[in-house]
């Protein structure tokens, strides 16, 4: 199918920085970052069987889930459940990964396809992150937020919506 | 049509301009508005009016109405916000950067009307100014970014003519501090404010972000606008006036206080 223009997969290692895991006992950093299960998103994902398993094991760079299937392949599909990762794994470092897919002018899905673990990118409250997912499918002109510098421009949303308008 | 992306003022600055006709000429002279603000108004230019001011290095009789107009707006939004948004903290330089960027965006849109364009889209570092539809009966759609994901929206506003503007701590946190105590602020991850110009929108949202927790309904109660905010812990608030684009049709508005 021609429906994908373009995918734009990223990665923001330096993204990692804002989660300042400090190396200490991981139950301790449960206990302070993650929101009691009760308060877990309705939408998210079953736990995975590993989230009982605490800390793996500190400072590796390799995911430790493999990547879900993009669900944009299944177009007319407002309503697909987005399912976010969710795991326990506890890590000092990590990669934020982001796959972005086009159809025309229409923003197909965005998919988390790495993220700190259990970072404050995953453990989102119901709100944001059930907004986020409806709001995801719309086409956009433009994006407000700030993009103060050059660098955090290059790889905005808005630089790709310019670059789509001067095709 | 015209389609045109600039660094100015330390801003990626796009223009959308879907009127038929040649706006070349209007189109050069807001660019280069910016680039005029830009040597102006920067406190970063050892010789810009702003720093020469700060330096009392300019008579009140020689100060540009320009500035004057910036000067005032400052007094206005920090009276307004009990000291939150304050142009020139304890201990540093006047920086009026805050007011100076949602007014000469705003200024720049209204040299493009004067001129008879109907139809844009103007984004300066993530401030919008838009007028008319992009396509009869649309709106303009303006992305919200996601607090937490560069490449992600939270929400799709509906725009015609107006402005937008937020204010956020993304991943290199924030550098909006609180004016009142001069420590970085706290409480909030983005401040979304949709107004009539970018004036007030931009400087609301600077000014509750500072605020923290209170600028919810600190903004909210603000005439004329309408907000959407992420709190720290990432509940959204929004005003039921707020228009979201019809994807999300059929959702239950929030009123501004709830979730």
């Given at each position: 199918m021609k429906r994908t223009i373009f995918v734009v997969a990223l990665s923001i290692?330096?993204?990692?920085?804002?989660?300042?895991?400090?190396?200490?006992?991981p139950v301790q950093n449960a206990a302070a970052q993650a929101p009691p299960a009760a308060m877990a998103p309705s939408t998210s994902a079953p736990p995975p069987s590993t989230s009982a398993g605490g800390p793996t094991g500190g400072t590796s760079d390799t995911p430790t889930t493999s990547a879900p299937p993009p669900?944009?392949?299944?177009?007319?599909?407002?309503?697909t459940t987005v399912t976010t990762q969710g795991?326990?794994?506890?890590?000092?470092y990590g990669t934020v990964q982001v796959q972005v897919t086009f159809t025309g002018s229409r923003m197909a899905a965005i998919t988390l396809?790495?993220?700190?673990?259990?970072?404050?990118?995953?453990?989102?409250?119901p709100k944001l992150q059930e907004e986020a997912i409806k709001a995801q499918n719309a086409d956009i002109d433009t994006v407000t937020g700030a993009t103060e510098t050059s660098e955090s421009y290059k790889t905005s949303l808005q630089a790709a919506i310019d670059a789509r308008g001067k095709r | 049509m015209t389609t045109r992306v600039e660094q100015v003022m330390g801003l990626p600055i796009s223009l959308d301009l879907r009127d038929e006709g040649d706006f070349a000429e209007v189109v050069d002279d807001v660019f280069a508005w910016f680039r005029d603000v830009d040597a102006r108004f920067?406190?970063?230019?050892?010789?810009s009016e702003v720093s020469r001011y700060d330096r009392g290095e300019l008579p009140a009789e020689e100060l540009s109405d320009d500035l004057i107009e910036v000067l005032e707006l400052c007094a206005y939004y920090e009276q307004l916000s009990g000291g939150a948004f304050r142009a020139r903290l304890p201990g540093?330089?006047?920086?009026p950067c805050a007011v100076v960027k949602g007014w000469a965006v705003q200024r720049a849109a209204d040299m493009l009307k004067a001129e008879g364009a109907t139809t844009f889209c103007l984004n300066a570092g993530g401030d919008v100014v838009t007028a008319g539809?992009?396509?009869?009966g649309r709106a303009w759609r303006v992305g919200v970014r996601h607090p937490e994901q560069p490449?992600?929206?939270c929400a799709v506003l509906e725009s015609r003519n107006g402005a937008i503007a937020t204010s956020a701590a993304y991943e290199r946190g924030?550098?909006?501090?609180?004016?009142?105590?001069?420590t970085p602020a706290t409480g909030l991850m983005s401040v979304t404010v949709v107004a009539g110009d970018l004036v007030t929108a931009d400087a609301l949202a600077t000014a509750a972000f500072a605020m923290g927790a209170e600028g919810i309904t600190w903004a909210a109660d603000r005439p004329g606008c309408e907000i959407l905010i992420v709190d720290d812990s990432r509940r959204m608030h929004r005003t039921a006036g707020l228009v979201l684009a019809?994807?999300?049709?059929?959702h239950p508005r929030a009123s501004a206080r709830a979730s």
């Open positions: 290692a330096g993204f990692i920085a804002v989660w300042r895991f400090e190396p200490g006992p669900t944009s392949s299944t177009p007319d599909s407002a309503n795991t326990a794994e506890w890590s000092t396809l790495q993220a700190p673990d259990g970072g404050r990118a995953l453990t989102a409250l | 920067s406190p970063f230019k050892e010789d540093r330089g006047l920086d539809e992009p396509e009869p490449l992600a929206v924030s550098h909006i501090l609180d004016g009142r105590d001069g019809s994807g999300e049709a059929g």
